[in-house]
């Protein structure tokens, strides 16, 4: 157990739907970071959180947004789902605001869209 | 912005042979350096980082690699794999102008006997 709690661990839902996944750090971390891993593209950057606040965008589409709560887990909802997003999500924390000093990974949200 | 190249995308050996998981990356500030293993239908786990000092790294299960700042690499190494080493495994980058870790597409290493 790496102490990032992420659930669920899968989820099926059609095209056009919304779905909410959610994280919580690592006791004692303040950023929250989202990754999308596919076989295509890989780990992609989506967004990261630092103590509430947004502190970074990467590949994140419109379709998606996140927020971090104060007692600090976080949630990506994903709106109007297309087969294209079906992927590993991926929920990390670290202490610090800018993880130079690693990440600590959860074990993942499957979502498949069918 | 940094980025990282991972030269393999798969890598066979046998067990108890040594092998190297290579690793260049591109910035042009001071980097930090990391490589994660995926275990299947698992998350990502730490296996060592290189944030400054010596430049030899050990990290978990006999690890190490070694950052070379003139060759912008940091090569994973293993002198004898074992097969629960097989796995998915990731070199990442950051640096104090971003954020987020930059993670290369990942080495597929599969052991056998």
Known sequence: ?????????????????????????????????????????????LIQYYNGEERAKGNILERFSAQQFPDLHSELNLSSLELGDSALYFCASSVDGRGNYGYTFGSGTRLTVV | ?????????????????????????????????????????????????????????????????????????????????????TAEYFCAVSSNSGYALNFGKGTSLLVTP
């Open chain 2, 1 to 85: 912005a940094q980025s990282v190249t991972q030269l393999d995308s798969q890598v066979p050996v046998f067990e108890e042979a040594p092998v190297e998981l290579r690793c260049n990356y591109s910035s042009s500030v001071s980097v930090y350096l990391f490589w994660y293993v995926q275990y299947p239908n698992q998350g990502l786990q730490l296996l060592l980082k290189y944030l400054s000092g010596s430049t030899l790294v050990k990290g978990i299960n006999g690890f190490e690699a070694e950052f070379n700042k003139s060759q912008t690499s940091f090569h994973l190494r293993k002198p004898s794999v074992h097969i629960s080493d």
């Open chain 1, 1 to 45: 157990d790496s102490g990032v709690t992420q659930t669920p661990k899968h989820l099926i839902t059609a095209t056009g739907q919304r779905v909410t996944l959610r994280c919580s750090p690592r006791s004692g971390d303040l950023s929250v970071y989202w990754y999308q891993q596919s076989l295509d593209q890989g780990l992609q950057f």
